[in-house]
């Protein structure tokens, strides 16, 4: 929650021994319905979604950093940074939780994983929303996504850091004023005394390109159409480079039952606390049955 202290986490172990962290935001009067897991992008963590908390009152969120991000272990071997085990790591937390059934926020890599769960345990699913992402990634989101992932900021301070992503991503995000930076770079970044470290294990971008050398990458619109049946939506930031306006076409012609949103001043990714995304997150969980 913006402003305030991040609550400490719970932790489980993995089948492969990894112990990731998790936070497991418990309404003190839950009203029955399923739990919300919220799954961050590439190099983020839970404290993704940070600004969602406060509007999600009377609904449990679970936020996990998956392997490598945020405050779970480092895995030995850098090629389990993969959206397939990644999607184990969820199944095991369900089962670790107790929860047979539940709903999925997933923010771009988080995304991807929750289609991988909709094409391999969809039962286990009651809903799932895709926040800025979907079956097609486009080449020039990838290579800005490869110019920064696994490198420290060039910034010193999180202040600089923030100036810097003001500088470069203010066109796309034009009515973000600078303290969300700041705090962006202060959640994001460990200051250290020879500068900002990663909170994220460095070697996922080696994953990155080992999967890049295996060959071309998959087709992923069959793990889309796992969705079909269940309630689901997508919510795009206006300016993103990683979530094309074709594609997002193409998914709501695809499947017609998809809630869709582009939120305006957005690019990649939307905060999730601006009204249009909000008010889709809650028309498709309220459409669980």
Not at 8 to 27: I, N
Not at 196 to 222: S, T
Request: proline share 7%; with cysteine; net charge negative.
């Amino acid at each position: 929650m913006p402003g305030a202290t991040w609550p400490s986490p719970a932790y489980f172990t993995t089948s492969d021994g990894l112990r990731l962290a998790y936070v497991d935001c418990m309404p003190t009067e839950p009203d029955g319905s399923v739990p919300l897991i919220c799954l961050a992008g590439l190099t983020r963590d839970g404290q993704d979604f940070r600004y969602l908390l406060p509007h999600m009152t009377g609904r449990r969120l679970i936020l996990l950093d998956a392997r490598g991000r945020g405050s779970s272990d480092h895995a030995d071997d850098f090629t389990t940074y993969a959206v397939p085990v990644e999607a184990r790591d969820v199944i095991e937390m369900l089962d670790h939780l107790n929860i047979t059934r539940a709903a999925v926020l997933g923010t771009s890599r988080g995304g991807m994983v929750a289609m991988v769960l909709a094409a391999t345990v969809k039962e286990r699913l009651a809903a799932v929303v895709l926040n800025d992402v979907g079956p097609e990634i486009p080449a020039g989101g990838v290579d800005r996504i490869m110019a920064y992932v696994g490198r420290r900021p060039a910034a010193k301070t999180h202040r600089e850091a923030a100036e810097a992503l003001s500088a470069h991503l203010g066109s796309d995000f034009p009515d973000v004023p600078f303290q969300r930076w700041l705090e962006e770079a202060q959640t994001f970044y460990e200051q250290t005394s020879d500068g900002l470290a990663l909170r994220y294990d460095k070697r996922i971008r080696d994953a990155l390109l080992a999967q890049a050398e295996a060959g071309p990458f998959p087709d992923l619109w069959p793990l889309f159409m796992a969705l079909q049946g269940l309630p689901c939506g997508v919510i795009r930031g206006e300016n993103s480079d990683i979530l094309s306006r074709d594609t997002f076409s193409e998914m709501q012609r695809r499947l017609p039952e998809l809630e869709a949103v582009e939120v305006a001043n957005r690019g990649h990714v939307p905060f999730l606390d601006e009204p249009a995304a909000l008010a889709l997150i809650k028309n498709v969980l309220d459409q669980i049955e």
